[in-house]
């Protein structure tokens, strides 16, 4: 059993195979943090400590470790919970009435159950344990069982306690174009805020947060939380006058009141939290191996060509049909038709909403692309705006009323387009229509859902932040369960949705516009700390760069994209014999080592060269792979020297390195390493390695 409980003292204590997160409820009926770190197997080992008041002005709800603190009363610290009652009472004062637990082939769960001292308002913590993959997942559902409506004007999914200060706080920032930009800063006094507000999750800063020790990538505490939300969320990080560092984090309370009716309850985000003892590189591990055996599709991800920078908006069906064949003969496996193919667009300022193929691009029908994408023995995909609408499309001249808007306003235009309200039922079934209507007409086995702006003009409900995104989920869900064999890539105007709420809900995700292959080496290596490579979608694209302007050898360019789940976006019909020999080679060579790529462990090795090289192991069963990447020599040229990670020491692999074959011990790998030297700018070699059987 993962959870064990102490009766007499009420004390919960959740055990991992590695982790132990304990909490008790105290003689005033306060759900208290207890601990949270290493393991520690005897629940009677952990006692309630006395809560001593500082002074009137530091009351003891101040000092409290709460795992789940309320607003009212003498607490004026982060909480997790603001509501406000049909009477005008704007307080929580909450009693412990029990708990439940309950197990499944997946997880334990103990359900903490509390309730308000006057009001029918209940309060459930959840707390599901993954005992195998070292995690924990939190929640709250919050339940209205009066006569009268309660708002909720603030709603985190809970508070974590940690005991230490001057800790690391990390996370990502950036923009269109600079999305996973990773910073780590020091937690001193003042509060660390990290949120988005526009409607999509992830341009400016991601819905986690890591905290650690100076730990490193094999060393060191490191505590962190994932949220399982796409949109408007917010996090708090607090080093207290009083010894600790809190972290919370859940739905934004900005521009957001949620009602909940008289017998309506409603299930906050999760947060997918936990602890490691052992640096960076086991809390990957622990999410990554989460992700695949819970949340992502079984298979491999192909090998796709993207017809968007060949063509942008001058789509024709010869012209996609030459793509096609061309894409074919370099070995794609998925053709994907981009932005385009419909309604009147020729450019970002009409077509968005009317969902029907133009005759002028395709005058005999899509499928004479899609029969002849199939002829080629590929896959066929296509990309879709739906939650968007264009001022000239015929869908907005019928339903103006579908847009987010306020009567009394200009709505925004942002891109040349508004955003459809997803939260009425009629949008809703518009759009999950329109998308059944595409598969089941055509044979499509893959589909790009793009999102191109923020949301604004957000009606008189301040919800719909929520629901908005709640409907996507819903939809594609929906489409998923009719069209089962369908991918769905997620694509919000870059990176703009990669979150532990939409993962698995959508099965591939596009790390960023930006396709430079050296700046995406920044962007995946900080991607890898939470989400699962094969997840990553990377492309090779055509240079000089649309966006940094560099030129970049092709190989560097197919490696650094063979480092996720391959895509080549480059205008191909201009390739020359050595671009389409070496585009064969690689993505020849990405077939080979996909399932490692796609589904190995993901290591983010040192480097310990004054070169600044990027260095990277992938390993699945008895088979690896060592990416290594030098952009650029400094003076001197320096090597760097590799050591591997988790291989067996006895045993002896084999290394295919470019001067040829080299056997080593595992213990020579991993503690003495393999001295490797590249010269030049944008200088790149994989290395694939097995062990030898005696």
Not at 552 to 567: E, N, Q, V, W
Request: proline share 3%; with cysteine.
């Amino acid at each position: 059993m993962s959870i064990a409980i102490s009766q007499k003292k009420d004390v919960f204590l959740l055990n991992t195979k590695f982790t132990s997160y304990a909490f008790g409820i105290d003689d005033q009926g306060l759900v208290r943090h207890l601990y949270w770190g290493k393991r520690i197997d005897s629940v009677e080992d952990f006692e309630m400590p006395v809560l001593v008041e500082v002074s009137t002005n530091d009351p003891v709800f101040e000092i409290t470790k709460e795992e789940f603190p309320v607003y009212g009363s003498l607490r004026y610290k982060e909480h997790c919970l603001k509501a406000t009652f049909a009477d005008g009472t704007r307080e929580v004062v909450y009693r412990y009435c029990g708990y439940e637990v309950t197990e499944t082939d997946e997880y334990e769960e103990l359900i903490i159950r509390l309730q308000d001292t006057h009001y029918d308002f209940e309060m459930d913590l959840h707390y599901k344990v993954y005992a195998e993959y070292d995690l924990m997942e939190r929640n709250v559902v919050v339940r209205n069982q009066s006569e009268a409506p309660v708002q909720i004007e603030k709603l985190h999914s809970g508070q974590f306690h940690i005991p230490y200060e001057d800790l690391n706080f990390s996370n990502v920032h950036g923009h269109w174009g600079a999305e996973h930009q990773r910073f780590v800063q020091k937690v001193s006094y003042g509060k660390i805020v990290i949120e988005n507000r526009k409607g999509i999750s992830s341009h400016n800063h991601n819905p986690y947060f890591l905290l650690d020790r100076d730990a490193t990538e094999n060393s060191g505490d490191v505590y962190f939380g994932a949220l399982r939300l796409t949109g408007n969320f917010s996090g708090v990080i607090e080093q207290t006058q009083f010894g600790e560092t809190l972290a919370q984090i859940g739905m934004n309370s900005h521009d957001f009141t949620l009602e909940l009716k008289p017998g309506e309850e409603f299930e906050a985000p999760s947060i997918l939290c936990g602890y490691s003892g052992t640096g960076f590189e086991t809390m990957s591990h622990n999410l990554h191996h989460f992700a695949q055996k819970y949340l992502l599709r079984e298979g491999y991800r192909p090998v796709l060509y993207n017809s968007w920078e060949a063509t942008e908006f001058n789509v024709h069906s010869k012209e996609q049909i030459d793509l096609a064949k061309k894409a074919k003969e370099i070995g794609a496996e998925l053709f994907v038709l981009d932005d385009g193919w419909f309604g009147e667009r020729h450019g970002i300022d009409n077509g968005l909403g009317d969902w029907y193929v133009n005759e002028s691009k395709f005058p005999n029908g899509l499928d004479e692309l899609v029969d002849a994408v199939k002829a080629q023995g590929m896959l066929f995909g296509i990309w879709v705006e739906p939650e968007m609408v264009n001022p000239k499309a015929q869908l907005y001249q019928d339903h103006p009323d579908w847009i987010y808007h306020f009567e009394t306003r200009t709505s925004d235009t942002s891109r040349g387009q508004y955003v459809l309200n997803m939260t009425k039922k009629e949008v809703q079934d518009f759009v999950y229509e329109m998308l059944d209507n595409l598969l089941t007409q055509h044979e499509i086995d893959y589909i790009k859902w793009d999102a191109n702006r923020p949301i604004s003009q957000t009606c008189l409900e301040k919800d719909i932040w929520y629901k908005h995104i709640r409907a996507i989920y819903d939809i594609v869900t929906g489409l998923k369960k009719k069209h089962p064999n369908v991918l769905f890539e997620a694509c919000a105007s870059g990176g703009g949705r990669i979150d532990y709420g939409i993962l698995g809900i959508f099965d591939d995700f596009w790390t960023s516009d930006n396709t430079d292959a050296y700046d995406r080496l920044y962007i995946q290596d900080a991607y890898s700390y939470i989400y699962p490579i094969k997840a990553m979608r990377a492309w090779v694209t055509d240079c000089p760069n649309f966006l940094s302007q560099r030129v970049i050898p092709l190989k560097f360019r197919y490696h650094s994209a063979m480092m996720g789940t391959l895509g080549i976006g480059c205008n191909i019909l201009k390739f020359t014999e050595e671009d389409i020999e070496l585009s064969r080679q690689m993505i020849q060579q990405y077939k080979e080592i996909r399932p490692i790529v796609q589904e190995g462990d993901f290591y983010r090795l040192e480097n310990t060269s004054e070169n600044r090289y990027f260095l990277y192991e992938y390993l699945k069963g008895e088979e690896g792979l060592v990416f290594v990447f030098l952009p650029q020599s400094k003076v001197g040229h320096r090597g760097v020297t590799v050591r591997l990670r988790d291989l067996d020491p006895e045993a002896v692999y084999a290394l295919q390195t470019e001067e040829g074959v080299i056997t080593k011990s595992g213990s020579y790998l991993m503690n003495r390493g393999l001295d490797l030297q590249l010269k030049g700018d944008y200088a790149s070699t994989i290395i694939r390695f097995a062990k030898e059987n005696k």
